[in-house]
Structure formats: C-alpha cells, structure tokens
C-alpha cells in the first residue's frame, strides 16, 4: 500500500502523478472513477480517497458522488506542463540518443517532475518544436486541453483494423507480460484474426501476439485510420 506520508518534493511529484494520471483516464469529458484511478496508480482506494481529498483541497479537482474526479482549470495548466516534459525528453532520448522508444518514455518520467520551464523551452527549440513523440504521442504546447480521443476496447478491433494503445487495465503481473512482449500504452497494434471465443492475434512490430478476450477486454485503445 502507498502511504502520503512524503517530504514537500516526493508530495510534488505524488500530486503530479495523480494528476496525469486523471487527464490520461478521461474519457470523453467524464470523471474518473475514484477505484479505476486507484488501480491505475497501484495504490489501495483509501490512499486514492485521502490523495483525492487533499487534491480537492487544493483546487486541482473536483468530485462528483459515486462518479469520480475531474480536474481543474489549474491542474490542466501543471498537467500539460509535466506531460509536455516527459514527452519532450522522450524525443530527446530516442531520437538524439537513439534510446529504444519504450525505455526513452520510462527515463523521461524520471525527468518530467523536476525540469523547469525554461529548460524545456530551450529543450523544444533544441529538438525543432515536434508535435509528438517517437510513439505517436501529442505533445502539448498551448493553454488547450490536452486533446481526448475516442478511447474503446481493443476487442473491437475487427480483423485488419489498426489502434494505439492508451490504457492497460490488467494487473501487473499481465502487464509486465504484456510489457515483455512490446505491448504498452502509446504503441501501435493491428488485429490479424478474431477467434470464435473472442481471442486476438496482433501483429505488434512485426511480432505476433495472441491474447484471450479477458486480457484483451482489459486493453483501451484509439483507432488508426
């Protein structure tokens, strides 16, 4: 279980993550829902309850009763300021230093937390202001809200349609296989057959994975044209 019990910068980078992790849950406008949040963070829902408590007092979010939490005007500020900062050294990572993309995203949220604005301004005028990362990620730049995308069940993919990954909600021992096999938030898959009991055979990098349609059902994605 994740205690709160955190110096003032553990606390920063804590408040941070939650978050991000809000922005990155919505759908469509809709709140998260407190136990999905708390899954998503590895936490027990008590710790995301009093996380969210004090998230509330703060003014970064709001709740609705037995719908979940939102963020506020001014956690969508500190929200796209540390998504822009991970993204901008995953470009960094992978494309100046040639880091495989997927381990560029895991060094990048090391750095996200504790770069300062005016780092990451040099940074993206380093990098030629890209609009989104190595794993087709958008790169936020302005005061819009970060952009929300049709988000459905990777068991809707019929047989040759293509989808990016934006959420695995498996335990974590299924997304560490998932994980072994290439297979994470921010990556492209297409479906190569549907079995009759719902099974998948993706086609991940040129690798072939075949999941059951529990695990799949467990998968969010948004559709490539």
Known sequence: MAHHNLDDKTMSESIEMYLLRIALLRREGQPVPIPVLAQEMAVSPVSANEMC????????????????VSLTAKAEALTRRVLRN??????FFAEKLGIDPLEADEIACRFEHVTPDDLAERLA?????????PQNQF?????????????RPLTTLAAGEK????????AEPVK????????CPGV???TLAVAADGALLLDIAGQALSLSKPIA?????????
């Open 53 to 68: 408590r004090r998230l509330v007092d703060k003014g970064l979010i709001e709740y609705e009763p037995y719908r979940g």
């Open 86 to 91: 991970r993204r901008l050294w995953e470009v």
């Open 125 to 133: 005028d380093f990098l030629g202001h890209p609009t989104c990362t």
């Open 139 to 151: 790169i936020p730049y302005d005061d819009r809200p970060l952009p929300e995308r049709s988000v």
């Open 163 to 170: 989808g990016q990954v934006s959420r695995i909600g498996a």
């Open 176 to 183: 560490n296989f998932l994980r072994g096999y290439g297979l």
């Open 188 to 190: 492209a898959v297409t």
């Open 217 to 225: 059902a467990a998968i969010d994605i948004t559709v490539i044209d």
